[in-house]
């Protein structure tokens, strides 16, 4: 199943330093997600001044329970740095898919 994955960060003073401190994590995470097949495509999400905001995350998971799994480790939660998630079921076409 895939999914896309809206996480908006908080919008308090110390949101980008909650960011920044558990960034390498997330990234490191992802590259793993990634190499198994389970990230298909990412980006932050950037306001008017080009700062990061926000993620968004195309997701291949067996099963929404799957992806519940990886959420609950997901640095960007436990850092409390994704304020506002939202997870939509999609289909990403054949000839876009990597």
Known sequence: MQFI???????D?????RRQAVRDN??????????????LYAAALLDE???MVGS????EFEDRAALDAWLDVEP???GDVWRDI????????SFIKP
């Open 5 to 11: 994955v809206i996480g908006r960060d908080g919008t």
């Open 13 to 17: 003073e110390g949101a980008m330093a």
């Open 26 to 39: 997330h990234l490191a995470l992802a590259q793993k997600l990634k190499a198994e097949g389970k990230m």
């Open 49 to 51: 001044e080009e700062r």
């Open 56 to 59: 968004a995350m195309f997701m």
């Open 76 to 78: 960007y939660i436990i």
């Open 86 to 93: 939202e997870v939509t079921q999609c289909k990403i076409p």
